[in-house]
């Protein structure tokens, strides 16, 4: 019969009280000195650096505490053998490792390591099969939820292998599992589905009172003819991207020359530019000196010109006046003449007409009335021979 029945019977029988009150004290005593004598246990633990104590309650009597009471300070913790126990954990940070092919690898003392365990091996979308050398899941214990983590895996180191062992298997595989292998061979994506498997590892496993703080994991592995099917891809995307490092080494070569040119060129544009705009100036300078001269010309011409007309007006009007008294002494002669009458004429016969008369030698001639023969004439024969 347990404690508890014990207890209850005592309490539901007359008298139960009183006698309680009489035997419950003396009988606690004497059991804590039994247990002591018998059990493992002290009644006294130390909770050191790194680690957090969980104390239970093994009754379920108020008097001897609550059920569970996590003690997170370092120091002494004492408690009643057989009515109470105390379990502790290591709360520093740990290194859970995936690595080699041993399910059960060993501590040096010979006991089973369970932060150890064989490689993580994972099946890709396309059925092939990849594994990571090693893989590193840097991990603690949240303190304040210690009593769940006993209360779900157990005490001591079982929630390694019951909780953080499965879990983090499961939810690996199943965030690389989700690509071929030709994708998971991108370092890109193996590092996106590594941040990905951090956050479910941490949403599943700290509600059981664990928490992921980093995932190291190695490059994955392949079969020996996908591995140089990678490495074949991997030295073509290297050579591709050589060319492209190469075609935007041209590309920059390209520009800076561009640049260059322009620039040289902007320059050349530039000095041609005042050179023209010197010789434009100079032309106009040269126009405005031409069109001053051709003014200055226009300026003597029409004057010497206004000054020649102004002198042929003037000798005009001059002539006009002489030559009106001529013709006006003209006028009084032929009028003396005409006034003369018929001697005039007499007299300018006379004066120069029968002069000339003197002067001419004159034969009478008659107009033959025979043909003359003109052979005879161009033979040098005539009348006058």
Excluded: C
Aim: net charge negative; hydrophobic share 35%.
């Amino acid at each position: 019969m347990g404690l508890r029945d014990t207890l209850g019977r005592l309490t539901q029988n007359q008298g139960g009280a009183s006698l309680l009150k009489r035997w419950l004290l003396p009988g606690i005593a004497v059991i804590m000195i039994l247990g002591l004598l018998f059990s493992d246990h002290s009644g006294v633990t130390e909770v050191e650096p790194g680690e957090v104590a969980v104390k239970y309650n093994n009754t379920t009597l108020g008097l001897f505490g609550e059920p569970a009471t996590v003690i997170k300070e370092q120091g002494v913790v004492t408690f009643l053998p057989l009515f109470q126990r105390v379990e502790k954990l290591d709360v520093r940070p740990q290194i859970f490792t995936m690595e080699g092919t041993d399910p059960e690898p060993k501590r040096k003392d010979g006991e089973v390591d369970h932060n150890r365990t064989k490689r993580l091996t994972v099946r890709a979308n396309d059925g092939s099969n990849f594994y990571f050398e090693k893989v590193e899941i840097h991990y603690q214990v949240i303190p304040s939820m210690a009593a769940e983590v006993i209360r779900q895996n157990g005490r001591g180191d079982d929630y390694k292998w019951r909780a953080l062992q499965v879990h983090s298997r499961e939810l690996l595989r199943d965030e690389f599992g989700r690509h071929s292998f030709m994708e998971i061979a991108d370092p890109s994506t193996y590092s996106a589905a590594n941040t990905r498997a951090k956050e479910a590892l941490n949403q599943r496993l700290q509600p059981l009172g664990i928490e992921v703080t980093n995932i190291l994991i190695s490059k994955p592995k392949f079969d020996e003819r996908v591995e140089t099917a990678i490495e074949d891809r991997q030295e073509a995307e290297q050579e591709v991207q050589v060319q492209e490092e190469k075609r935007n080494k041209l590309r920059q070569e390209k520009g800076r020359r561009t640049q260059q040119v322009e620039q040289e060129k902007s320059a050349e544009y530039q000095q041609l530019l005042g050179e023209l705009e010197a010789r434009k100036q100079q032309v106009q300078n040269e126009a405005i000196a031409a069109r001053r001269e051709a003014d200055i010309y226009f300026i003597e011409r029409e004057a010497a010109g206004i000054a020649y007309r102004d002198e042929k007006v003037t000798r005009a009007k001059a002539n006009e006046v002489a030559y009106q008294r001529q013709a006006e002494g003209v006028v009084a002669q032929i009028k003396a003449v005409g006034e003369q009458g018929p001697d005039v004429l007499n007299r300018e016969i006379a004066e120069h007409v029968f002069p000339q008369l003197e002067k001419v030698d004159a034969t009478p001639y008659q107009q033959s009335n025979s043909p003359i023969d003109i052979r005879y004439l161009q033979s040098g024969g005539g009348l006058g021979q």
